[in-house]
């Protein structure tokens, strides 16, 4: 019974406990294993209508049963109980009780039903448009000449959004599923920050900022995949330039003792404390009308994040609402040249 790792209880004639293993008293007395649960009653201990009918119904019938169970211990947890009598066949005896946790299942479960709630949501926003203005083409609109190129420039801006959107979930599913090689060589930080700014300058000039690169003395080298890290950086760079209203972004580099920190920072509009820890969250946004205005898919901080992992790295946020926002990429185990 110790070996079991599910919670096990058994449950004598009288309703009390008689016999409880480690996982039981570790789930059902809050993490204290000291406090043992024998001979208290089993309804003292799970709180569960649920449970309660089920051990009646094993107990009537003789039979064994099973069934999934929601307890509150507070936090909400999610158990398969089986029930079995002691002795099969025998009615009103004694009944094994065992929880087999399915709680994480349930999670992923939800997860993956919000995630395709999600998709359908921002799908059909530019498919909807995309529909509409077609249509009113169709019915007429396209003599007017002006209003037809108005109407067209709409859906092409959908169509590219719709387009977006695809590319950044074909490119999640494929480093969720492991599907990127990471491809380690040596490369220079002067080197992938040099790419970036050659691609978003432009972009960072036109909405009037500061766009800079600064660099320590001596080029800081480490193993990684060059372009991964490229794509990595554009990404957090381009976040930077789309959330800052004026002033600057700054691709900088820190050297630790064993490690190197290659950070973004800009002096936007910043993130709200209690948001921080939910960025990477697929489609999660601060503001969801501004980011889709700004062109974002709200998948571009989860891309991050799996290639960051996939490297070995990690990646801090600090941030200040009005002030600004620095995302650190971490790199570990570089030692000083
Ligand atoms: P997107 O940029 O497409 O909306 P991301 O996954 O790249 O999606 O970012 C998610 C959200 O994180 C953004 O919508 C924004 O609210 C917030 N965010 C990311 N980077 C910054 C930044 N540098 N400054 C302020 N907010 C940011």
Do not use: C
């Amino acid at each position: 019974i110790r070996a079991v790792p599910d919670a096990l209880l058994i449950i004598g004639k009288d309703d009390r406990i008689e016999i409880a293993n480690e996982t039981a008293r570790e789930i059902f007395r809050g993490g204290d294993a000291s406090g043992d649960l024998v001979g208290l009653y089993y309804y003292e201990v799970v709180r569960s209508p649920q449970l309660y009918s089920l051990i009646d119904r094993a107990r009537e019938t003789g039979e064994p049963v099973a069934e999934e169970l929601r307890v509150e211990l507070p936090e909400e947890r999610f158990y398969r109980v089986m029930i079995s009598p002691l002795r099969f066949g025998e009615k009103g005896d004694s009944a094994v009780v065992l929880f087999h946790d399915t709680t994480q299942i349930r999670m992923l479960e939800r997860m993956r039903t919000d995630f395709v709630a999600n998709v359908s949501h921002e799908i059909k926003t530019p498919v909807t448009a995309i529909k509409g203005f077609a249509e009113t083409l169709l019915d007429g609109a396209i003599d007017d000449r002006d209003n037809a190129i108005h109407f067209l420039r709409t859906i092409q801006k959908n169509s590219e959004r719709l387009n977006r959107l695809v590319e950044d979930l074909l490119m999640l599913s494929r480093v969720e599923l492991g599907e990127i090689q990471i491809m380690k060589e040596e490369v220079a930080a002067g080197d992938i920050f040099e790419h970036v700014r050659e691609t978003l300058s432009e972009r960072a000039a036109a909405r009037g900022l500061d766009f800079r690169v600064s660099l320590p003395e001596g080029d800081s080298r480490f193993m990684a995949d060059r372009n991964r890290t490229i794509q990595i950086f554009l990404n957090l760079a381009e976040n930077a330039i789309k959330f800052t209203e004026s002033g600057s972004v700054e691709l900088g580099v820190e050297r630790g003792y064993d490690r190197i920190i290659l950070y973004v920072r800009d002096t936007g509009i910043g993130i709200p404390g209690d948001l921080i820890s939910r960025l990477g969250e697929r489609f999660f946004r601060v503001d969801p009308s501004r980011s889709r205005e700004l062109g974002g898919t709200g998948l571009g901080l989860a891309i991050v994040k799996h290639l960051l992992r996939a490297q070995g790295w990690d990646m801090e946020i600090r941030s200040e609402e009005g002030k600004g926002t620095e995302v650190r990429v971490v790199i570990p185990n570089v030692t000083r040249k």
